[in-house]
């Protein structure tokens, strides 16, 4: 490197100097005043540019060159003032960790710069491993800034932006796939505020999801890689080995339910019989594991000595990745009847009553929803209907009632937004009636004053894929940041909610409303008449018009059973195409049902719908399922904005 002067019209600012942030760079005006008083205390470094031999790049000393160029175009220094140098000539990778380790020393670089730089110097055939020795750091934290530089291009620009912030764009680096990262970063910039956190991000990317670590350890690692799957490590867990993403999740299942089928029928050769296999045990009156029920079977080379009855199995994974067989008695009465077998033979010579006429006498005692929440052996009953009519289990029950009451909370936000009043009315005529009368929630179908029952975890995945419940979350993050809800001082939210047009305190009843909803079915037992009755009332209870809110998904179909899915598609197709159905492996058969059901726009699930009249004018059924359509679009993307 050898020491030299050239003028300012000699040099140009080189493409390998690593500040790109044009407020730090420009920051020139004390650097300016030192360059009058005392002179240019450091040489500029600069290297011949590439097919020009009469100019150089200045690549270290970027500002210092700004700096006397603005001097000299205001006539504080002479055009041809001798510019102190020092003259490189090094390889393009070498140049870049020059700039860099010349800038961080100096006023520092903006972390971003920072990570472009070492990008740059890898791209020019740096090694990692030396650019991390360079500035006495291990390797990791090279491969870190390395990550953080290749982030998908909307992520880096909001973090360029500090519209994130360094340990939300590490959540992001977890994983170089560009395409998971633009996914998650589609829903993330939607986020609520207090939402927007690195957790969020690894969620979404499923960084270190504890249900995939269970699968990875069942099948063995080995096991998953040699049939082309990879797992990423998160370059950013405080330890190496303990976080990472499974980037082939379906490879990985279909790996895990061979394994799975495999152990199935091991156990059925092992008990010398057919066993069915549930996905959960079996539950008592409480809705808990009903232990009392749980069979612990002698075994020894291969058989399982199982006693008479019916008998259920549970396959399960636990947190060390070991298959967990458990054996089960199917109900209390099985477990009684092997007990007690002269029990069993009174029964069997008995004549089987008919299973429709004694589900029709229970049906018509549970009446409304009102028996089902006071009395638990109601709610047995109503359940046991469900599972012979619809084949549902328990949790499936609850997500068909969060999602009927989630449409009919779209309903009546919509009915308000085009000018209606039936939510604002229900809301004050139930609080009302609750209180002068004693009426229960579950009779007149909403909560008194307080919040409506918790939705599982389950249901609240199947409601976020539907459209009604997205506009409902967007509308309540909306109402939160108008002055009669954000406004600290209770007289002031007041008077805002007084100063509210009445279009927006409508809406916002019909909202609250709609919160407060109890969930319902179509179904015996779990029905209330009056959640039909306002459907009714506000001319939305046609299935056409109740599609637009909520749409069938793979997940929906996948909660019946088969047969229940074969009697869906059966008046679609025809007799030879059902016969193809038939013969389809589960994940097959749902996929075809989904498409099938999508062609129909006005098939909604029965569980879900409403009691509607004779509607004549499917036309105007129709442009109301349009509207809603419309009204939902806008609004979410709205508040998206």
């Not at 407020?23 to 590439?50: K, W």
């Not at 029920?293 to 947190?319: C, M, N, R, S, Y």
């Not at 067989?325 to 029990?343: D, G, I, Q, V």
Request: hydrophobic share 40%; aromatic share 6%.
């Amino acid at each position: 490197m050898t020491s030299e002067t050239r003028t300012i019209d000699q040099l140009r600012l080189s493409r390998f100097n690593v500040r790109t942030n044009e407020e730090d760079a420009n920051a020139t005006d004390a650097l300016e005043q030192s360059i009058i008083e005392h002179g240019l205390l450091q040489p500029l470094v600069i290297h011949p540019l590439r097919g020009n031999a009469m100019k150089w790049g200045v690549h270290a000393g970027g500002r210092r060159y700004r700096a006397i160029r603005r001097l000299i175009e205001r006539g504080a220094l002479p055009a041809d003032w001798p510019v102190d140098v020092r003259v490189t000539d090094l390889s393009d990778s070498a140049l870049y960790e020059l700039s860099l380790a010349e800038n961080l020393l100096r006023r520092g670089l903006r972390p971003h710069e920072e990570f472009e730089a070492i990008r740059r110097a890898v791209d020019a055939g740096a090694p990692v491993s030396e650019i991390a020795a360079h500035f006495g750091h291990p390797e990791r934290w090279a491969q870190q800034h390395l990550r953080l530089a290749r982030l998908a291009p909307p992520v880096l620009e909001a973090f360029k932006s500090e519209e994130i912030g360094l340990d939300v764009a590490r959540a992001f680096a977890a994983t170089e796939d560009d395409d998971a990262q633009i996914a998650a970063w589609a829903v993330f910039r939607n986020e609520p505020e207090w939402h927007r956190r690195p957790e969020t991000v690894r969620r979404l990317l499923k960084i270190g999801d504890a249900e995939l670590a269970r699968l990875l350890r069942f099948v063995g690692d080995a096991a998953y890689r040699d049939a082309g799957g990879r797992f990423e490590l998160d370059l950013f867990a405080e330890e190496a080995e303990a976080r990472g993403r499974v980037t082939d999740e379906g490879l990985l299942r279909r790996l895990a339910e061979e394994r799975l089928s495999e152990i199935r029928e091991r156990a059925r050769a092992g008990a010398g019989r057919v066993i069915r296999f549930a996905k959960e045990p079996p539950t008592n009156d409480y809705r808990q594991t009903d232990k009392g029920l749980q069979i612990h079977p002698a075994e020894a080379d291969g058989k399982i000595e199982l006693p008479e009855g019916d008998i259920v199995a549970t396959l399960e994974i636990d947190e060390a990745g070991e298959a967990l067989l458990r054996w089960w008695w199917a109900t209390r009465k099985a477990m009684s009847e092997a007990s007690h077998p002269e029990r069993k033979k009174a029964a069997a010579a008995k004549p089987a009553p008919d299973p429709r006429k004694i589900y029709a006498v229970d049906v018509e005692r549970l009446g409304d929803g009102a028996a089902v929440s006071d009395n638990f052996s109601a709610r047995s009953v109503a359940d046991a209907s469900l599972k012979q009519e619809e084949g549902l289990t328990q949790e499936g029950v609850q997500v068909f009632r969060s999602l009927r009451r989630a449409a009919l909370s779209a309903l009546l936000a919509y009915d308000a937004a085009r000018g209606g009043t039936v939510g604002r009315d229900y809301l004050i005529w139930s609080q009302l009636r609750m209180i002068f009368t004693g009426d229960r929630a579950a009779k007149i179908g909403i909560k008194g004053l307080q919040p409506a029952d918790h939705d599982s975890d389950r249901a609240r995945d199947h409601l976020q894929q539907q459209p009604g419940y997205r506009h409902l979350a967007a509308e309540c993050e909306r109402l939160k940041s108008e002055p009669f809800v954000a406004d600290p001082d209770p007289v002031a939210a007041f008077m805002a909610w007084r100063a509210a047009d009445e279009a927006t305190r409508n809406e916002a009843a019909a909202i609250v409303a709609g919160l407060a909803l109890e969930r319902s079915l179509a179904a015996p037992g779990y029905r209330i008449a009056l959640h039909d009755a306002l459907a009714q009332e506000m001319g939305l209870a046609d299935p056409a018009a109740l599609r637009a809110v909520i749409a069938p998904t793979a997940d929906l179909l996948g909660e019946l059973p088969r047969l229940q899915r074969l009697a869906i598609s059966q008046p679609l197709v025809s007799d030879d195409r059902q016969r193809e159905l038939i013969r389809k492996k589960s994940d097959e058969l749902t996929a075809a049902v989904l498409r099938l059901v999508q062609g129909e726009p006005a098939w909604v699930h029965p569980l879900i719908a409403f009691d509607a009249p004779p509607n004549p004018d499917a036309v105007a059924a129709r442009s109301d399922q349009h509207d809603i359509e419309e009204y939902l679009a806008g609004e979410i993307a709205e508040a998206a904005e």
